[in-house]
């Protein structure tokens, strides 16, 4: 019988992170000084990052040591499950295989523990007391809290207003964990004060938030800033996740025609895509890799691709990344996690060279795939999430018409749990079609 679970031993998790940096076709565009336009050197950053996450964010180096002490808290949730889709080809009537690397099994219920558990070790080790950063749906805050309680550091939250009122379980999520959380724009800072007195009904945005964060940490002595996406060292952190998936679908002699992840700032498509796309670039197996993101926040499929600030305060290095605009506000989609205006350097400059294609889909048939999904394979996902198994639906539909078995891989980023108002809210048709 074919197996519906494929798992790892504990002592098959991978010791070492894949850093696509030493293997891209084009290198990336540095980083630059907004002041000079100069590019931006290791002691720019040295405010807000720890200097081992600094140097990994440079780094030439293919491979890079995953510390022991992060392997052992990884250990409480990975190496995670690859499920066979079985019931949902099944449901599709689709002769295509499809797999899904399932990432809800964290104690978060999400990705994002991949790189919050590395970048809390990193500044515990470097004496910082407390960490600061913003927060979209809840998942990054959430993820962060929970790193910083294993050690013993003080963690604040700027999380998205409008996250904040949808999402009122994540916010006690992140204070179980023992962390502070505040909603963005706040009056806590100078720039949050700012917005609120010329927007006072703002929904809030990502890039207000990461302001907030920002100013907050440059202010404090004991203080760093950290990030859940788009950076280079979180793309790294989150390879454990392909890393895992390639062992596990060697184990049933399968290597994927395509992998599909939904794209917010890029983190889980980088983390289940780059080792794939390491073979893809060194020409030894083709694979179609697919970033999917909200119709509403299409920042591949309609962005430019220039250099652009990451916050809307103008704060930031500029980044070379697909953008629409610093100042671009998404309308308050339920995906709160894909509602960002740049994507990570790394993945637009692979979308560049067309190593990745991209595609956007509207809120209501996200919700009619995650509806889809839950009445097959049971597992209830996360509306970021939905947008991959839209597209490995739309994928497996076209292969029932072409007669095509391709195998379809896509990364199920986080569990909905906690989006529970949300699904009421499809249900009850209450959902704008954003
Ligand atoms: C944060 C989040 C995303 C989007 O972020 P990426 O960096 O693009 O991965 C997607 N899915 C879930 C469940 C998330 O929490």
Redesign the pocket.
């Known amino acids: 019988m074919e197996s519906t679970k494929i798992l790892l031993d504990e002592n098959e998790m991978p010791k070492k992170w894949y850093n696509i940096l030493a293997d891209l076709p084009t290198p990336l565009a540095p980083p630059l000084n907004p002041a000079t336009n100069e590019p931006i050197g290791p002691e720019d950053l040295a405010a807000i990052f720890p200097m081992e996450l600094i140097k990994q964010e440079m780094s030439p180096e293919q491979y890079i040591d995953i510390p022991e002490e992060v392997r052992d808290i990884y250990r409480l949730w990975r190496p995670s499950p690859v499920y066979r889709a079985h019931r949902l080809e099944k449901a599709l009537g689709t002769p295509a295989k499809i797999y899904y690397k399932y990432e809800g099994v964290s104690p978060a219920g999400?990705?994002?523990p991949n790189t919050s558990i590395p970048q809390a070790y990193y500044n515990m080790k470097e004496g910082v007391e407390r960490i600061t950063t913003e927060t979209g749906?809840g998942?990054?805050g959430s993820a962060l809290s929970l790193a910083c309680n294993y050690f013993d550091m003080e963690c604040k939250v700027y999380m998205v207003r409008s996250s904040f009122k949808q999402k009122p379980y994540r916010k006690s999520l992140i204070n179980l964990w023992g962390a502070t959380v505040v909603p963005s724009p706040s009056p806590d800072t100078q720039f949050g004060r700012k917005i609120l007195e010329e927007f006072p009904d703002t929904s809030g945005s990502l890039g207000i938030a990461i302001s907030e964060a920002i100013e907050d940490a440059a202010l404090h002595d004991n203080t760093k800033y950290s990030l859940?996406?788009v950076l280079n060292h979180v793309m790294l952190h989150q390879t454990v996740i392909g890393l895992e998936t390639q062992k596990q679908l060697e184990k049933v002699d399968e290597y994927p025609d395509v992998v599909i992840g939904?794209?917010?700032?890029?983190?889980?498509?980088a983390g289940l895509s780059f080792p794939y796309l390491k073979d893809k670039i060194n020409g030894k197996k083709d694979v179609e890799v697919i970033a999917v993101e909200p119709s509403a926040c299409p920042t591949l499929t309609k962005g430019k691709y220039e250099y652009d600030f990451g916050d809307t305060a103008e704060m930031t290095p500029l980044l070379k990344m697909y953008t629409l605009g610093h100042a671009f506000v998404p309308p308050a989609i339920h995906a709160g996690?894909?509602r960002y205006h740049g994507d990570s350097p790394i993945i637009s400059n692979l979308y560049a060279d067309g190593l990745i294609t991209a595609e956007a889909y509207h809120q209501i048939e996200i919700f009619e795939a995650a509806v889809t999904f839950a009445r097959s394979e049971g597992i209830v996902p996360?509306p970021?999430?939905a947008h991959a198994i839209k597209s490995a639906i739309e994928h497996a539909l076209k292969c029932k018409q072409s007669g095509e078995e391709k195998t379809i891989l896509f990364g199920l980023?986080?569990h909905g749990h906690f989006d529970m108002a949300s699904y009421d809210k499809y249900f009850s048709k209450e959902l704008s079609n954003e």
Not at 262 to 269: H, R, W
């Open positions: 999400s990705h994002k749906a998942q990054w859940g996406s939904c794209c917010g700032g890029g983190s889980n498509l996690g894909l996360a970021e999430s980023s986080g």
